[in-house]
């Protein structure tokens, strides 16, 4: 058998993951919200600029009837595309007459009538992302206030346009600006890790973009890896740029690796499967951007997968890591609240391949007996003593939570 711990960088990572456990909590905004990754959906991956109203409004009835709300998915987001391409006269944010005819007010009161939350898009520079309408910049008082005046629960700030703007100030400003209107409000911020947010955005806003956008593809884009920016490339690159960034995170700030792609069409089951068991190892937020008015009975068991969302959700909110590798073949790991650990066996090869994990790279004695259970086929597997080896299908995973045995 082909241990992914035999190397000693394995060991020396698995040791740091333990550590980890103790370091001290960073400085956060405090303002009560995120206590878990904000759960949601939001219309960039799939409808890019093409959203209106009508969508929007169908959106939102699909998350309740689809149950995507009830498992936990929140907050429909609206992402760019909804501006107009002019303020109005006394200088005030509005929507785009065509699309969106009876105002944002109205599509927020919508959206809270179905017991969901409301987010929207702006932009911290002079002008939103590809699609020409004003940015925030100098604006943040009014713009916050107009958000707050609509309803607006969750505020994802771009970095398109800010040539010469310091990160840190701008978006200070901007969350300055929410915690004035007193209105409790997300703030996301999507700068892309070109400031290394997670060293200071931890007091600013609930969530930060760790990279530029993520693509509904496996990892095309390889082209674009070490540019800033909106550039789209595959979940896998995304994940790649993710490890060692776990101590930035905990309940009120979080690391974004942008939105999931698992269930977006031409994506298969098992990718999707491997997205979101990834995204929850990470704490990640979980921002779903399927068509939701027609998903299917096998996407929809895998968004709704109760006991991968509560890893996600896990109160202790301490971020997982990978924490082997070796070739193809990786394990990523996150302790959870009740001294359990969530562990992902994850195959990139093109082969199906057997995968372990040890206890001794869990922090655990090879004599211990832990129970492991699978929560891909919600079932209890048993005892097992030293490690737990699983086949996994090629670019798919295995997801396990190993506890100790009462
Ligand atoms: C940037 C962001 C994306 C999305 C688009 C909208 O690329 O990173 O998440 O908001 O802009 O234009």
Redesign the pocket.
């Known amino acids: 058998m082909n241990s992914v711990f035999r190397n000693p960088l394995a060991r020396l990572s698995a040791t740091i993951l333990g550590l980890a456990l103790f370091s001290a909590p960073a400085i956060s905004l405090e303002n009560g919200l995120a206590r878990t990754p904000p759960m949601g959906w939001?219309s960039?991956i799939v409808f890019?600029?093409n959203i209106d109203e009508k969508l929007l409004r169908s959106m939102a009835d699909a998350l309740v009837a689809t149950g995507m709300r009830d498992a936990g998915y929140q907050y429909l987001v609206v992402?760019?595309?909804w501006k107009a391409k002019q303020r109005s006269p006394n200088g005030e944010l509005t929507a785009d007459p065509n699309r969106f005819p009876s105002g944002i007010k109205a599509l927020a009161d919508y959206v809270h009538m179905k017991g969901l939350k409301f987010g929207i898009?702006t932009?911290a520079g002079s002008e939103?992302?590809?699609?020409g309408a004003p940015g925030s910049l100098g604006h943040e008082e009014q713009d916050a206030a107009t958000f707050a005046s609509w309803g607006v629960d969750f505020v994802?700030e771009?970095?398109?346009h800010t040539e010469g703007e310091n990160a840190r100030q701008v978006y200070r400003k901007m969350s300055d600006a929410i915690r004035k209107t007193g209105r409790p409000v997300i703030l996301s911020m999507?700068e892309?890790g070109d400031n290394h947010p997670w060293l200071w955005a931890a007091d600013l806003a609930n969530m930060w973009?760790t990279t530029?956008?993520s693509k509904a593809c496996w990892d095309c884009g390889r082209e674009t890896k070490d540019k800033p920016?909106?550039y789209?490339r595959g979940w896998t690159l995304i994940l790649d740029a993710q490890p060692a960034l776990r101590q930035y995170a905990g309940p009120g700030h979080w690391n974004d690796p942008?939105?999931l792609v698992a269930g977006v069409k031409g994506v298969p089951i098992e990718e999707s499967r491997a997205n979101l068991s990834l995204w929850s190892i990470l704490a990640a937020p979980l921002f779903a951007g399927i068509d939701l008015r027609s998903i299917s009975p096998s996407v929809a068991d895998i968004m709704m997968n109760k006991e991968v969302i509560a890893v996600d959700q896990d109160p202790a909110g301490m971020e997982g890591d990978r924490i082997a590798k070796s070739g193809d073949q990786e394990v990523w790991a996150r302790p959870m609240e009740n001294k359990d650990v969530a562990v992902v066996l994850f195959n990139r090869g093109d082969r199906t391949a057997r995968i372990s994990v040890s206890w001794k790279d869990l922090g655990r004695k090879p004599a211990e007996e832990l129970t492991v259970r699978d929560l891909w086929k919600h079932e209890d597997l048993g005892s097992f003593h030293s490690e737990y080896a699983a086949v996994v299908p090629s670019h798919g995973v295995v997801m396990v939570r190993i506890g100790t045995k009462h």
Do not use: I, Q
Not at 128 to 131: I, L, P, Y
């Open positions: 939001n960039w890019e600029l992402d760019a595309g898009y932009d939103d992302c590809g699609s994802k771009d970095w398109c999507c892309w973009r530029g956008d920016g909106g789209p942008d939105l």
